[in-house]
T-cell receptor, first 112, second 114 residues
Framework: NAGVMQNPRHLVRRRGQEARLRCSPM?????VYWYRQLPEEGLKFMVY????????ESGMPKERFSAEFPKEGPSILRIQQVVRGDSAAYFC??????????FGPGTRLLVL | DQQVKQNSPSLSVQEGRISILNCDYT??????FLWYKKYPAEGPTFLIS?????DKNEDGRFTVFLNKSAKHLSLHIVPSQPGDSAVYFC?????????????FGQGTTLQVKP
């Protein structure tokens, strides 16, 4: 049973470009969470999704950030017009219910 | 407002000894607590959890203790091994709410010396 998959593992973007981060949950998991870790900090919750629904987006910046979890395919975290402050590690987690969350390896975004 | 705090940024112990990592929280609504271990350039790995209806949970070398009145939990690792060297995060959630979001502490870097 494969774990949570994230791609790409590393992503470099110039200021103003778009970043798309993908997350495939563990088999049988219908709950997906996105977290961001800035350097020297803990993980910060961004958004919680179930298939085709955003359940809690209280941690998402109001502008430029969006997330989706379509009926088919991976969950996508999209950052438009990236700025240097968006440089961070972005982690996806999944769970079968609202229980223990299992994390993917993360995507390290670097904005030049 | 840091609702979950790990006040020790780092901890160093000798192989074979006990490692005790501490975590404090402020939100009395938290009813589920977890510990994760994280190696550099990897995602957090789940270690152990505890519900607020319990005060202790044990899994092999790992034991988590919860003191609700003090809003404090700790992770004990006995005996410590060099492979345990990593960053340890405690996390908390309100399972009874509509969201399963985890609130993380800042992490404690554990170094186990051979």
């Amino acid at each position: 049973n494969a774990g949570v998959m994230q791609n790409p593992r590393h992503l470099v973007r110039r200021r103003g470009q778009e970043a798309r981060l993908r997350c495939s949950p563990m088999k049988g998991h219908s709950h997906v969470y996105w977290y961001r870790q800035l350097p020297e900090e803990g993980l910060k919750f961004m958004v919680y999704l179930q298939k085709e629904n955003i359940i809690d987006e209280s941690g998402m910046p109001k502008e430029r950030f969006s997330a989706e979890f379509p009926k088919e395919g991976p969950s996508i975290l999209r950052i438009q017009q990236v700025v240097r402050g968006d440089s961070a590690a972005y982690f996806c987690a999944s769970s079968p219910t609202e229980g223990t969350q299992y994390f993917g390896p993360g995507t390290r975004l670097l904005v030049l | 407002d840091q609702q979950v705090k790990q006040n020790s940024p780092s901890l160093s112990v000798q192989e074979g000894r006990i490692s005790i990592l501490n975590c404090d929280y402020t939100n009395s609504m938290f009813d589920y607590f977890l510990w994760y271990k994280k190696y550099p350039a990897e995602g957090p790995t789940f270690l152990i959890s505890i519900s607020s209806i319990k005060d202790k949970n044990e899994d092999g070398r790992f034991t988590v203790f919860l003191n609700k009145s003090a809003k404090h939990l700790s992770l004990h690792i006995v005996p410590s091994q060099p492979g345990d060297s990593a960053v340890y995060f405690c996390a908390a959630s309100v399972r009874s709410s509509n969201t399963g979001k985890l609130i993380f502490g800042q992490g404690t870097t554990l170094q186990v010396k051979p």
